[in-house]
């Protein structure tokens, strides 16, 4: 929405600063609750004149900061909670660098309009340090809630007993931006910044939800879509999660579109299926210095992915080269447990000096084949070079090439069909049990 065009002086429209109850810099979470009360309280009709009802309202947020010390908890459809821009700056690099050193920083802190969330955390309720939680059973499901262009600010990680020499790396919290506990139909996320939450965005039950032109970084965990869920997209973002948990996750879910993502390091995936069907994963760029970049597990099916580059490093930045998803380099880029998918058209580049390939001496797996039948693989290029300036993201000088496995298919899997996707040496099938037309070797 264009601030320019909102009628400010419409009674569905409320700027928290303007709110005659509560100081909104000092608890921004005890005013959206209290604004939400009078909407309710003069919104009470559920049809009047015979076509009206209730038409829910804006709650505007200017660029500003504002600590949140209660929870904000939703129960209305049609709230559009909207700030002037989601603030992002990087925190990690203010944490990991002398704090002598701050004074020469341009900002040190996220912010547009940002919200600082002061709650404790209880491991026993998960949606205890969550800034927003919206919960609302019966019928309909809760509808049309909008969260745009602001920023959620989890501050800080904790000690997590590890010996972690910086615990702001630890990635741990026990804070969430978002949590969406029950069903709900046409929810909206967009162009908003979610920094230093151990979970940006938790839904359970999605319908038709939209994610798109976010940022999404420093996060523990990204994206997880929960319980189950169906028609919905995340798409435009630019995301990347911390080493322990995911940058996108979904469970049980049918129909789901992820694309035009550019999803950087260092979760423990880029993209987790757990029972996902019938869904596409199409032009995305993925970042990741671990395998298992893209894992299907369970039984995934009738998937989609499509034009997607793969792009597998290893970790440049010393304060975190001590830390990895724990998976081996034979485990595979993509890995995929379940039946009839497509996955047709991507490049996966694997650049990385051989002496960091785990366990040493193996040859790195583009693509495994886990489990599950009829899975449809087509002309995949995969590019594994070491070079000596393999930390420069965008060199390509004096790489030399080492051998991949770039597609492995194990005996749990067959009636698969391989095509063009490796030369003989390449591929490891067997071929009794699957179909396999090898790409033409190259004559040296």
């Not at 600082?116 to 309720?125: F, G, T």
């Not at 939209?210 to 919905?232: K, M, P, V, Y």
């Not at 393999?390 to 009636?415: C, H, L, R, W, Y």
Request: aromatic fraction near 10%.
């Amino acid at each position: 929405m264009n601030r320019d065009r909102m009628d400010k002086t419409a009674e569905n429209f409320y700027n928290v600063t303007e709110w005659p109850h509560g100081d909104a810099h000092e608890d921004i979470g005890a005013v959206i609750n209290d604004i939400i009360a009078d909407i309710k309280k003069r919104q009470d009709s559920t049809d009047h004149d015979g076509e009206c009802g209730k038409p829910g309202a804006v709650i505007y947020i200017p660029s500003g900061d504002y600590h949140l010390r209660t929870q904000v908890f939703i129960d209305i459809s049609y709230l559009r909670i909207e700030g002037s821009g989601h603030g992002f700056v990087s925190s990690s690099i203010r944490f990991n660098i002398p704090e002598k050193d701050w004074k020469d920083m341009h900002e040190l802190w996220p912010g547009g309009s940002r919200i600082l969330v002061n709650l404790e955390a209880n491991p026993d309720d998960e949606t205890a340090g969550a800034a927003f939680v919206v919960k609302r059973e019966g019928n309909p499901r809760i509808s049309s809630v909008e969260f745009v262009g602001f920023c959620i600010d989890g501050l800080h990680f904790v000690d997590d007993g590890t010996g972690e020499d910086i615990p702001e790396n630890t990635y741990l919290n026990g804070k969430t931006g978002i949590y969406i506990a029950s069903a709900q139909d046409s929810f909206r996320v967009t162009n908003m910044g979610f920094i230093y939450l151990e979970h940006g965005l938790i839904i359970h039950n999605a319908d038709a939800l939209t994610i798109h032109d976010n940022f999404i970084a420093e996060c523990g965990n990204c994206i997880e879509l929960r319980s189950a869920g169906q028609a919905s997209k995340i798409t435009d973002n630019l995301m990347g999660a911390g080493y322990r948990g995911y940058s996108i996750y979904a469970q049980n879910f049918g129909g789901l579109l992820i694309a035009d993502n550019n999803i950087f390091p260092r979760g423990t995936s880029m993209v987790h299926f757990e029972n996902v069907v019938r869904s596409t994963v199409t032009s995305n760029r993925f970042h990741s210095f671990s395998p298992g970049m893209l894992i299907m597990s369970g039984c995934c099916s009738e998937n989609l992915v499509a034009a997607n580059h793969f792009y597998r490093a290893r970790e440049p930045w010393a304060p975190m080269q001590m830390h990895d998803n724990g998976l081996t380099d034979d485990y595979g880029l993509v890995r995929v447990s379940g039946n009839n998918n497509s996955i047709v058209a991507n490049h996966f580049s694997e650049i990385i000096d051989t002496p960091y390939i785990k366990p040493v001496g193996t040859s790195p797996v583009i693509l495994y084949l886990a489990a599950g039948h009829g899975n449809y693989i087509a002309p995949t290029w995969a590019a594994a070079c070491f070079a000596a300036q393999v930390g420069a993201m965008i060199s390509n000088q004096d790489a030399e090439e080492f051998p991949v496995v770039t597609v492995q298919v194990a005996e749990k899997s067959s009636a698969n069909t391989v095509l063009d996707s490796g030369t003989e040496s390449q591929v490891v099938l067997d071929r009794k049990r699957n179909a396999f037309r090898p790409t033409p070797d190259i004559p040296r």
